[in-house]
């Protein structure tokens, strides 16, 4: 019998068999590729008992409009079940900058929450327990970590009992992202690691850095490439950490990765397997990591923003499911199902509802966190596995020789767009279907209609005004002495850290403690 297509591939694996049998993974030795999970290499996970012992966290992403606003939606996810918060910013925050800044004109609460000072970070985490509950900080640079510490200590809270992450991938921020890139990448590389620094010696339940691949993959990136790049930029970060004169059994335990899922659902199980061993093997092999935990990927997931249509949105809710088993059965630490309208807009409460809802049906409901790595053993997935590995070590070799992820952002940034090319140039010539875009179309007016989330129109003016009262109150002398000490540390070549947290208790801004950071660091903006 005939075939629909005369080769079937994947993004990455170019000629996927009719069937997979054991001479597909003859080469495999148990002990040395697979072992128990909990065990080097980790491919079948890092904990012996998976999600029988705790299952990944439910972390959707949220927020829009200011802190009070933020804070509804928050503690409604975590009413209706979410056991870990992600934050999102507005553009303006997530380029430190002020909302009352001429560049951050119409963009002031748009997609994200408006963080000026610490009052608003404060509205933010209003009546939530920060001892118990674990933040994710969707920031690209470290500017928020000292005012969430601010925040915190004014609470009483003891900086030891913070769970969290910073996201603060400024490696990421050169190839694929175009948040805070006002200064030279290794000067941004220097008050990054104050961040990793300062939460080494002060907070170990923080994870100061996340290593983003989400936004190569969504760039139009390989599964293999965004296994290569994103953990080329790991080496970057390590490298740069050790020459810091910190020792790799100090931080690498609290290094973590942000990946995304896509709907190629095989590819993107083995994706996260291979990813977990090539990163194991780095860390023992080329840095000679001695503690255990420092080979460990521990990771989040967000399911692919690049696959959700406004075509037929509802759809959106089938590709999430999918792309959220994937990550379940890859072995995923942390999750953020997409809703189904965000082609449009920031969520509405109903759609993010159903998103939750996907993740605690696949976990309660489905059987699969009720063993350790079920889809181990395939002779597909350990194909696919062991192929994303050897491409993944293939192109980390290519960013070594152009002298490090650092060095080769452009060229990064080259590869993954040529990739994107050619995969719009296969959905143009309906060489990949994709249901309600190239097939399976309606007319316009049988499309769903969705009622979307609206923001305040006047909701700018209101920020601008609130800023504006905070700094006439505030004492000024306080703040200037404040910033004053962030440009002289910044000068010295110090740690900024504890001097950005107390300009923010000072009721500084964010744009206030960016500027005096560039002055002690001679940034010319």
């Given at each position: 019998?005939?075939?629909?297509?005369?080769?079937?591939?994947?993004?990455?694996?170019?000629?996927?068999?009719?069937?997979?049998?054991?001479?597909?993974?003859?080469?495999?030795?148990?002990?040395?590729?697979?072992?128990?999970?909990?065990?080097?290499?980790?491919?079948?996970?890092?904990?012996?008992?998976?999600?029988?012992?705790?299952?990944?966290?439910h972390r959707l992403v949220s927020g829009a409009m200011g802190g009070k606003e933020s804070n509804k939606i928050l503690k409604n996810l975590l009413a209706h079940g979410e056991t870990g918060l992600n934050p999102v910013f507005d553009p303006p925050t997530l380029n430190v900058r002020d909302s009352d800044e001429d560049i951050s004109q119409s963009q002031v609460g748009i997609n994200g929450t408006a963080i000026d000072t610490l009052i608003d970070m404060e509205d933010l985490f209003d009546e939530i327990d920060i001892e118990k509950v674990s933040v994710s900080l969707i920031a690209p640079h470290p500017f928020l970590f000292p005012m969430y510490i601010a925040m915190a200590e004014n609470r009483?809270?003891?900086?030891?009992?913070?769970?969290?992450?910073?996201?603060?991938?400024?490696?990421?921020?050169?190839?694929?992202?175009?948040?805070?890139?006002?200064?030279?990448?290794?000067?941004?590389?220097?008050?990054?690691?104050?961040?990793?620094?300062?939460?080494?010696?002060?907070?170990?339940?923080?994870?100061?850095?996340?290593?983003?691949?989400?936004?190569?993959?969504?760039?139009?990136?390989?599964?293999?490439?965004?296994?290569?790049?994103?953990?080329?930029?790991?080496?970057?970060?390590?490298?740069?950490?050790?020459?810091?004169?910190?020792?790799?059994?100090?931080?690498?335990?609290?290094?973590?990765?942000?990946?995304?899922?896509?709907?190629?659902?095989?590819?993107?199980?083995?994706?996260?397997?291979?990813?977990?061993?090539?990163?194991?093997?780095?860390?023992?092999?080329?840095?000679?990591?001695?503690?255990?935990?420092?080979?460990?990927?521990?990771?989040?997931?967000?399911?692919?923003?690049?696959?959700?249509?406004?075509?037929?949105?509802?759809?959106?809710?089938?590709?999430?499911?999918?792309?959220?088993?994937?990550?379940?059965?890859?072995?995923?630490?942390?999750?953020?199902?997409?809703?189904?309208?965000?082609?449009?807009?920031?969520?509405?409460?109903?759609?993010?509802?159903?998103?939750?809802?996907?993740?605690?049906?696949?976990?309660?409901?489905?059987?699969?966190?009720?063993?350790?790595?079920?889809?181990?053993?395939?002779?597909?997935?350990?194909?696919?596995?062991?192929?994303?590995?050897?491409?993944?070590?293939?192109?980390?070799?290519?960013?070594?020789?152009?002298?490090?992820?650092?060095?080769?952002?452009?060229?990064?940034?080259?590869?993954?767009?040529?990739?994107?090319?050619?995969?719009?140039?296969?959905?143009?010539?309906?060489?990949?279907?994709?249901?309600?875009?190239?097939?399976?179309?309606?007319?316009?007016?049988?499309?769903?209609?969705?009622?979307?989330?609206?923001?305040?129109?006047?909701?700018?003016?209101?920020?601008?005004?609130?800023?504006?009262?905070?700094?006439?109150?505030?004492?000024?002398?306080?703040?200037?002495?404040?910033?004053?000490?962030?440009?002289?540390?910044?000068?010295?070549?110090?740690?900024?850290?504890?001097?950005?947290?107390?300009?923010?208790?000072?009721?500084?801004?964010?744009?206030?403690?960016?500027?005096?950071?560039?002055?002690?660091?001679?940034?010319?903006?």
């Amino acid at each position: 019998m005939g075939e629909r297509e005369s080769e079937f591939s994947t993004s990455s694996i170019n000629n996927v068999s009719r069937v997979y049998t054991p001479e597909d993974i003859k080469n495999i030795e148990y002990l040395d590729d697979l072992n128990f999970p909990g065990q080097y290499p980790f491919t079948r996970g890092i904990r012996p008992t998976g999600y029988r012992g705790q299952l990944w966290t439910h972390r959707l992403v949220s927020g829009a409009m200011g802190g009070k606003e933020s804070n509804k939606i928050l503690k409604n996810l975590l009413a209706h079940g979410e056991t870990g918060l992600n934050p999102v910013f507005d553009p303006p925050t997530l380029n430190v900058r002020d909302s009352d800044e001429d560049i951050s004109q119409s963009q002031v609460g748009i997609n994200g929450t408006a963080i000026d000072t610490l009052i608003d970070m404060e509205d933010l985490f209003d009546e939530i327990d920060i001892e118990k509950v674990s933040v994710s900080l969707i920031a690209p640079h470290p500017f928020l970590f000292p005012m969430y510490i601010a925040m915190a200590e004014n609470r009483g809270v003891q900086l030891h009992k913070l769970k969290g992450t910073i996201q603060n991938d400024c490696i990421n921020n050169s190839h694929s992202c175009n948040w805070f890139r006002m200064a030279p990448l290794p000067l941004r590389m220097k008050v990054h690691g104050d961040a990793v620094e300062f939460a080494t010696r002060y907070l170990p339940l923080w994870n100061p850095l996340s290593i983003v691949g989400y936004h190569i993959r969504e760039g139009g990136a390989t599964a293999a490439q965004e296994i290569g790049f994103t953990l080329a930029d790991g080496i970057a970060y390590v490298e740069d950490f050790i020459e810091r004169g910190m020792d790799v059994d100090s931080f690498a335990p609290r290094l973590s990765f942000f990946f995304s899922c896509e709907t190629d659902f095989l590819e993107e199980v083995a994706k996260f397997r291979a990813a977990r061993r090539v990163w194991a093997k780095i860390m023992k092999n080329r840095f000679h990591a001695k503690e255990e935990r420092s080979l460990l990927l521990r990771y989040h997931v967000q399911t692919a923003g690049n696959s959700l249509l406004a075509q037929q949105p509802l759809n959106n809710i089938i590709r999430t499911t999918i792309q959220a088993l994937a990550a379940v059965l890859g072995g995923c630490n942390s999750l953020h199902t997409n809703s189904y309208d965000e082609a449009f807009a920031a969520p509405t409460p109903e759609a993010a509802l159903i998103a939750l809802r996907t993740q605690q049906i696949i976990a309660h409901e489905s059987g699969v966190a009720n063993t350790v790595d079920p889809l181990g053993g395939s002779y597909c997935i350990e194909a696919f596995t062991d192929e994303l590995e050897r491409k993944s070590f293939e192109i980390i070799e290519q960013v070594d020789k152009r002298g490090g992820a650092v060095k080769a952002w452009k060229w990064i940034q080259d590869s993954y767009l040529s990739a994107a090319y050619e995969k719009q140039k296969r959905i143009e010539n309906n060489k990949q279907v994709v249901v309600g875009l190239n097939a399976f179309t309606l007319d316009e007016q049988e499309d769903q209609e969705l009622n979307l989330f609206e923001i305040d129109p006047d909701f700018e003016e209101k920020q601008i005004a609130f800023l504006s009262e905070i700094k006439r109150k505030r004492d000024q002398k306080s703040v200037e002495r404040a910033l004053n000490e962030i440009t002289h540390i910044t000068e010295k070549g110090m740690n900024t850290m504890r001097s950005m947290v107390e300009a923010y208790k000072a009721l500084a801004t964010l744009g206030e403690v960016r500027r005096a950071w560039e002055r002690g660091a001679n940034v010319t903006v």
